[in-house]
């Protein structure tokens, strides 16, 4: 599959070029997002972060809902990346600081093309949204909308007219039109909104999060966070091109 190759082209690339890591003696199993093209930019820099802090990280596909949920539990020692909003919701997870990645989010339509102002510009229209997408959720409460499992059905509805518009992570949304050829589907700009995203840890893991924390500042203060963000969603999209 195009994104395992240029996470694992990625992780090549942080051994050649970071910093020694300390000894791998820790493991570190969290849930991530099944099918989300905006995480595997996060997922890149995660497994360099841990690596520079010597623990092993594992991360588990799964629907979103329930990788938020498990790793609430405690069944997962985290959760990848989510939206500062969960820290409020989901009292066994802490958010490592500061932020590991960043996500905008766009509104997809085949049917109409309007400028968006903001969240409130959607409200005259049927409004799709993937089930378990925080933001979404959160912002689109009492307009008309449904949710949809995964990306690929999004789309779909689009182009059969079976919503007015889908709200997308903006990388996953123009991911997805390129593997799919839903040449139709086009972005309203500008942008709903751009969304930092912080790695949560269980609380059973709390001692791990000052030792990450460090890690992230200091990767932030010298551009490594966004030249890796830069290069991995570049490689995502030229993996979108090479359809498997």
Same mark, same amino acid.
């Given at each position: ?14 051994? &050649?070029?970071? %910093? ?23 997922? &890149? ?21 329930? #990788?938020?949920?498990? #790793?609430?539990?405690?069944?997962? /020692? ?5 939206? /500062?909003?969960?820290? =409020?919701?989901?009292? =066994? ?9 960043? !996500? ?34 959160? =912002? ?18 689009? /182009? ?11 990388? =996953? ?11 139709? &589907?086009?972005? !309203?700009? %500008? ?52 359809? %498997?």
């Amino acid at each position: 599959m195009a994104t395992r190759h240029f996470v694992l082209a990625w992780i090549v690339f942080g051994l &050649v070029l970071g %910093p020694p890591p300390a000894a791998a003696d820790e493991q570190v199993t969290i849930a991530g997002v099944r099918s989300f093209s905006e995480y595997e930019p996060g997922t &890149v820099i995660l497994k360099e972060i841990y690596r520079r802090v010597g623990v092993e990280l594992s991360i588990e596909r799964l629907p979103a809902e329930r #990788a938020l949920r498990l #790793a609430n539990e405690g069944v997962y /020692d985290g959760d990848l990346q989510r939206i /500062d909003a969960v820290k =409020n919701l989901y009292k =066994n997870l802490i958010q490592v600081r500061p932020a590991i990645n960043y !996500l905008e989010a766009s509104a997809f339509s085949v049917k109409h093309d309007f400028p968006v102002a903001d969240w409130e510009s959607l409200r005259p229209y049927h409004i799709g949204i993937i089930r378990g997408m925080k933001f979404a959720d959160i =912002n689109t409460k009492g307009m008309n909308r449904v949710e949809i499992s995964d990306y690929e059905s999004m789309l779909r509805m689009l /182009d059969l007219g079976r919503i007015d518009v889908g709200v997308l992570p903006r990388i =996953n949304g123009l991911y997805q039109r390129i593997k799919f050829g839903r040449t139709a &589907v086009r972005e !309203l700009e %500008p942008p709903l909104v751009r969304i930092h995203l912080f790695h949560y840890l269980h609380k059973k893991n709390e001692a791990l999060v000052p030792r990450l924390s460090a890690v992230i500042e200091a990767m932030q203060e010298t551009g490594e966070l966004a030249a890796m963000r830069e290069k991995a969603v570049s490689m995502l999209f030229e993996g979108a091109k090479r359809k %498997p």
